[in-house]
């Protein structure tokens, strides 16, 4: 495939848009739990 088409560069974005949102997805999802944790944490702190 000619990597200077105009199909080639938006398959290829979208593929990255995907693959850096799934990226992103999982690790908000991982840390969720220790972000409510310090905030709790912080609650009790200025209480």
């Known amino acids: 495939m000619n ?4 199909l080639y ?3 290829y974005a979208a593929v990255m ?3 850096v ?4 997805a999982f690790i ?3 840390l969720k ?4 944790m310090n905030i ?8």
């Open 9 to 11: 560069q938006i398959i």
């Open 40 to 47: 709790a944490n912080d609650k009790r702190n200025q209480i």
């Open 33 to 36: 739990p220790k972000q409510d």
């Open 17 to 19: 848009v995907l693959i």
């Open 28 to 30: 908000y999802m991982a």
């Open 3 to 6: 990597k200077n088409s105009n």
């Open 21 to 24: 949102g799934t990226l992103l």
